[in-house]
């Protein structure tokens, strides 16, 4: 079984569209992370979320919000897109104070 | 915010010693620091986390001087599937909005 997992793989859309990418961790974590993954590859962390907190890096957006249903899932709602949010978002999850597991990542390409 | 610094590629051949140094000047008393692998088309994956002097795996060791301001991976008896890129992350699991992530280095393994 997977132990995070992120839906859809890919995604492609127009500008100004708004869009949700799905996560979800089976490793019973209490943590879960949002992080993006630009065209130069550096990785760069958006939110923290442990159901009673949520860490926001400041250089992200207000278009961005994360939003949990449950301690397992922590979905990444995304309005009015952007071309600059073409990259590969990953979800991660960890104990608290613990390393972290990503899932496989979501290539999004905004046209 | 503790910035890293890696070298942007390595090159080596199988059944060699590969030893990637991070450096961290500005690394906080309550940082940790990580390292992560990471292949194409995949999230990062954990390798090994220290604190200070060293720590080993079955996968690597890491190798952190007295004062903390860098870090060795090193990995021995590399194999044409170690190739990928490694991430040196230093952070307090505890602020994780400062976590970041290395510009990563890129190692190639030949036959």
């Known amino acids: 079984d997977t132990a995070v997992s992120q839906t859809p793989k890919y995604l492609v859309t127009q500008m100004g569209n708004d869009k949700s990418i799905k996560c979800e961790q089976n490793l019973g974590h209490d943590t879960m992370y949002w992080y993006k993954q630009d065209s130069k590859k550096f990785l760069k962390i958006m939110f923290s979320?442990?159901?009673?907190?949520?860490?926001i890096n400041e250089t992200v957006p207000n278009r961005f919000s994360p939003k949990s249903p449950d301690k397992a899932h922590l979905n990444l709602h995304i309005n009015s897109l952007e071309l600059g949010d073409s990259a590969v978002y990953f979800c991660?999850?960890?104990?608290?104070?613990?390393?972290?597991?990503f899932g496989p990542g979501t290539r999004l390409l905004v046209l | 915010l503790a910035k890293t610094t890696q070298p942007i590629s390595m090159d080596s051949y199988e059944g060699q010693e590969v030893n990637i140094t991070c450096s961290h000047n500005n690394i906080a008393t309550n940082d940790y620091i990580t390292w992560y692998q990471q292949f194409p088309s995949q999230g990062p994956r954990f390798i090994i986390q220290g604190y200070k002097t060293k720590v080993t795996n079955e996968v690597a060791s890491l190798f952190i001087p007295a004062d903390r301001k860098s870090s060795t991976l090193s990995l021995p008896r590399v194999s044409l599937s170690d190739t990928a890129v490694y991430y040196c992350l230093v952070g307090d699991w505890e602020n994780t909005d400062k976590l970041i992530f290395g510009t990563g280095t890129r190692l190639q393994v030949f036959p």
């Open positions: 979320y442990n159901n009673k907190e949520l860490i």
């Open positions: 991660a999850s960890s104990r608290v104070k613990e390393t972290q597991y």
